[in-house]
């Protein structure tokens, strides 16, 4: 069963900037460095939305309202995706949810918080 744990959220001013860790575990490396994995967030009252998506051998996707500011890359020794948030805005402050997509199956994380005050 896979596994993930979200870290790395908190409270920062606009502008700031946070690095959010997802851990997986119950793969293996070669596994996980061919799974497709992703941030989405979901904001109060929102619906839950793309934020990112990395998959091996294609260029990384963003949406729209983080191209430029967000970097999504993986560690395959590590197991571990990592999101990169810079010039942070009041419009990202959202519950940060990592995703694994494997074998037609989906896994989520539990979320982690990211407040950015303006």
């Known amino acids: 069963q896979v596994q993930l744990v979200e870290s790395g959220g908190g409270l920062v001013q606009a502008g700031g900037s946070l690095r959010l860790s997802c851990a997986v575990s119950?793969?293996?490396?070669?596994?996980?460095?061919?799974?497709?994995m992703g941030w989405y967030r979901q904001a109060p009252g929102k619906q839950r939305e793309l934020v990112a998506i990395?998959?091996?051998?294609?260029?990384?996707m963003y949406a729209d309202s983080v191209k430029g500011r967000f970097t999504i890359s993986k560690d395959n020794a590590d197991n571990t995706v990592y999101l990169e948030m810079n010039s942070l805005k009041p419009e990202d402050t959202a519950v940060y949810y990592c995703?694994?997509?494997?074998?037609?199956?989906?896994?989520w994380g539990q979320g982690t918080q990211v407040t950015v005050s303006s």
């Open positions: 995703n694994a997509y494997l074998f037609r199956m989906n896994s």
């Open positions: 990395i998959t091996g051998g294609v260029s990384p």
């Open positions: 119950g793969i293996s490396g070669s596994i996980f460095a061919i799974t497709t």
